[in-house]
């Protein structure tokens, strides 16, 4: 049986085994999939033992991300703008491969899931790290008029905006509603939202919020009180896993019926 596992620390509350096995009994697949704790120190050789001893994919979450894509021999274009990996496997050659699906999956999510539109539209990305950083070339990708960067920090706005062409600004220097905001920053697990202007969204923006939780986070109770809707990056979680999936095995989950089984746990 073919050997998966997902790295992280703290790796505990990952939900990445039941989804993978999820995918693997919907398509026929003999996967087994696992969760290992990183190491801080001995992470690279975690990796290399685990592909050693027949390992065939990795998913990698925080905080090793760039490590990750520091070990790889072979990079998709996505990843190497990203400067992170989330998805590890070895080429038939040896080379250690490293792709990053955190932009499909959330693009997916937005577009066949949520039934909203990027191009054309005005796009506010909040964050300059590195999870914004996975997702601007899928955003970008989808011809939005415009995609500005906001972050509390402005440098790392402005050093993001200009690696991907696009714009940045200060949370002060922001004006007018946007038609979709994009949180990606972790605002909602500390509960405390940057600085957001009331006139960024009205009863014609969209918001997601690439993080998730039980209820509606912080930030779309925000986008709730100023006539806004939206939704939380639960439907991220399973279409990233999905294109992770679909690297390793060649076949591409349904993931409907599983997001929505995840929503109704969430819920419960």
């Known amino acids: 049986m073919d050997q998966y596992a997902v790295f992280g620390n703290p790796i505990a509350h990952?939900?990445?085994p039941n989804i993978h096995m999820h995918f693997a009994k919907e398509t026929q697949q003999a996967i087994n999939?696992?969760?290992?704790?990183?190491?801080?120190?001995?992470?690279?050789?975690?990796v290399r033992e685990f592909f050693a001893k027949g390992g065939k994919g990795l998913n990698v979450t925080s905080p090793f991300k760039e490590r990750a894509f520091?070990?790889?021999?072979?990079?998709?274009e996505r990843a190497e703008l990203a400067g992170a990996v989330n998805t590890l496997m070895i080429k038939e050659n040896g080379e250690l491969f490293g792709d990053t699906t955190d932009g499909v999956g959330m693009v997916t999510d937005?577009?066949?899931?949520?039934?909203?539109?990027?191009?054309?539209?005005?796009?506010?990305?909040?964050?300059?790290?590195?999870?914004?950083?996975?997702?601007?070339?899928n955003v970008l990708d989808e011809s939005?008029?415009?995609?500005?960067?906001?972050?509390?920090t402005v440098s790392k706005a402005e050093a993001l905006a200009e690696k991907f062409s696009c714009l940045a600004s200060s949370f002060e220097d922001l004006e007018g509603a946007f038609d979709i905001?994009?949180?990606?920053?972790?605002?909602?697990?500390?509960?405390?939202?940057?600085?957001?202007k009331d006139e960024l969204a009205n009863e014609s923006t969209w918001c997601y919020d690439m993080t998730y939780g039980k209820g509606r986070t912080i930030f779309l109770q925000w986008?709730?009180?100023?006539?806004?809707?939206?939704?939380?990056?639960?439907?991220?979680?399973?279409?990233q896993a999905a294109e992770s999936f679909s690297i390793w095995r060649n076949v591409q989950p349904d993931t409907a019926s599983l997001l929505a089984s995840m929503r109704q746990q969430l819920e419960a």
Request: proline share 3%; aromatic share 2%.
């Open 223 to 239: 986008a709730d009180d100023h006539g806004a809707t939206g939704t939380d990056g639960l439907g991220m979680l399973v279409g």
């Open 14 to 16: 990952s939900q990445s």
């Open 70 to 76: 520091a070990m790889c021999d072979v990079l998709s």
């Open 181 to 196: 905001i994009i949180n990606g920053t972790t605002a909602s697990r500390s509960s405390s939202l940057p600085p957001l």
């Open 144 to 152: 939005p008029l415009s995609v500005t960067i906001a972050n509390r």
């Open 33 to 46: 999939y696992t969760r290992i704790l990183g190491d801080d120190v001995e992470f690279e050789n975690q």
């Open 110 to 137: 937005i577009i066949n899931n949520n039934q909203q539109s990027l191009k054309g539209k005005r796009v506010l990305v909040i964050g300059a790290g590195g999870a914004v950083q996975g997702i601007l070339k």
